[in-house]
């Protein structure tokens, strides 16, 4: 299966990791690699189970692709407008008092992820992570922008 | 997630976690911690060692905890963290915020 659908509510969370989990096993990812892309496509759909559908049911689609290079997994919902890669960095630096936790997931998904770009396609939010199977580092890339699919 | 209190040592109350700290359930983990905080252990090492993964929602709750003991003039010590949770801990720059040790015996050391 290449892509499921499901309520965006946390209850499916499990469910919709597992989904992509099998298509990163499938992948050949090592285990801990297979961690982080976990990781990324929670703070993904928790993301879009909190925000999407304020004081409404929604869905959330996930697609996954295997390349030659890696995995694309692509998720979307048709929820409120919204590019959850424009939101700023937490500030890493600040003590307990100050620290807030907002941007903190996006902020992972930016590390695990080795590519990340959003789109919006009529009435939809596209959120595409790419996870090359070689990856250069443990550094977050900059969203590609414009990109042929 | 398993949470289980595994002892005491010099008046800080030892609670196991293992298994998985995600948006579904890191609740939990706050809602158990708050319990025995209520209760009077306001000097905590939570032994990770078991931990096998840590979201953002985790992270989330382990702050809450903090600033809640803070407020008591409590403490909380991390240890055992390993792999991705380690990791998480660390890029977060959550490790310099929260005291976080090798081991549980580590931890004790250092009081």
């Known amino acids: 299966m290449l892509e499921i659908t499901s309520p965006a509510r946390v209850e499916h969370l499990e469910r919709l990791i597992q989904f992509v989990v099998g298509h990163a096993e499938k ?13 990324a496509a929670e703070e993904i759909l928790v993301n879009i189970f909190n925000y999407a559908y304020p004081g409404l049911e929604g869905d959330v689609s996930i697609t996954c692709r295997a390349e030659n290079t890696g995995l694309m ?19 890493l630096t600040a003590d307990i008092f100050d620290r807030k936790v907002g941007g ?24 595409v992570l790419v996870f090359d199977t070689h990856r250069q580092g443990a550094e977050g890339r900059e969203p590609a922008g414009d990109v042929e699919t | 997630m398993e949470i289980t209190n595994t002892g005491k040592e010099k008046d800080y109350f030892i609670v196991a976690v293992a298994g998985r700290m995600d948006a579904v359930t890191a609740p939990e983990f706050e809602n158990r911690l708050l319990d025995w905080i209520n209760g009077g252990e306001i000097h905590l090492i939570v032994d990770l060692g078991e931990l096998e993964y840590i979201s953002s929602a985790g992270l989330r709750s382990i702050l ?44 004790i050391k250092e009081i």
């Not at chain 1, 997931?105 to 939809?124: N, P």
């Not at chain 2, 792999?83 to 081991?103: A, C, H, L, N, R």
């Open chain 1, 27 to 39: 992948a050949g990812f090592p285990i801990h690699r297979i961690k982080e892309i976990e990781l």
């Open chain 1, 73 to 91: 997994v692509e998720f979307s919902d048709t929820g409120v407008p919204f590019n959850i890669l424009d939101v700023p960095d937490p500030d």
């Open chain 1, 104 to 127: 903190l997931g996006v902020f992972f998904v930016k590390e695990m992820a080795d590519e990340a770009w959003y789109r919006r396609e009529g009435d939809r939010n596209v959120l």
């Open chain 2, 64 to 107: 809450t905890i903090a600033k809640n003991l803070k407020a008591k003039q409590g403490k909380i010590m991390l240890c055992a963290l390993r792999d991705t949770v380690k990791e998480v801990f660390e890029i977060s720059g959550f490790s310099t915020i929260i005291p976080v040790s090798e081991s549980v015996e580590s931890a």
